[in-house]
């Protein structure tokens, strides 16, 4: 999740510090600040971050995603320690996508949510269909992953036209994501519903 990959990131971390430098600019310096001591201070500042953070990124190579995206699909993990002098760490981590043009996160799911933008990133020869069901359940598992300490409910299956990807379930709700396919299989329409009418069900 990375040479490409790599110098993006390194741009949006310039974003960044570009920033940090112009808010302390104008706390820090009463007068118009020497453009060198200005650099040495983000030089200081990026040392004592560089020390205590550090960020790999690890592309998802599974067969599933690459035969189903567009894109490459990434794990950033970012973990953060003895800032303040302790043994305790935080660790974050992000599942991005690289267009080639910008890395994007997936979709956010809140409530019900139309998901445009992932149904942009599939390739436009994959077909959902028996044989692909679940292949695209497995890409499923990496971009929207279901936390550890939920049970797994997971489970798929056709109906009235439209795929069902079940992800979660409270009671006998189910949610997930529903998927309209055209006659061949093509995705024409995916969304993460939150509950699923009785019709709907398997």
């Known amino acids: 999740m990375f040479d490409t990959y790599s110098s993006t990131i390194d741009n949006m971390a310039k974003i960044n ?3 940090i430098g112009s808010s302390l600019k104008g706390f ?24 205590s953070c550090t960020t790999n990124y690890n592309q998802i190579t599974s067969e599933s995603v690459q035969n189903i995206l567009k894109h490459d699909v990434f794990y950033i993990t970012q973990e953060t320690k003895n800032i303040y002098g302790e ?13 080639g043009l910008e890395v994007k996160r997936f979709e956010r ?6 998901l445009p933008e992932l149904r942009s990133y599939i390739r436009e020869d994959f077909m959902l269909n ?3 069901a679940p292949h695209f359940q497995t890409l499923l598992d990496y971009i929207y992953p279901i936390a550890d300490w939920k049970p797994d409910k997971r489970e798929f299956f056709f109906k009235n036209g ?3 990807f079940l992800r979660d379930a409270y009671f006998r709700t ?25 019709y709907e069900s398997k």
């Open 130 to 132: 028996e044989e692909s």
């Open 17 to 19: 510090k570009k920033t």
């Open 162 to 164: 439209k795929w069902y």
């Open 87 to 99: 043994k305790e760490k935080e660790v974050h981590e992000f599942i991005v996508v690289d267009t």
């Open 109 to 114: 799911i809140k409530t019900d949510t139309p």
């Open 28 to 51: 820090i310096f009463i007068a118009p600040a020497d453009a060198q001591n200005d650099t040495e201070t983000e030089l200081r500042l990026d040392n004592f971050i560089n020390k």
């Open 174 to 198: 189910k949610q997930g994501f529903e998927i309209t396919v055209g006659p061949k299989g093509k995705i024409t329409h995916i969304c993460y519903k939150m509950k699923w009418d009785e």
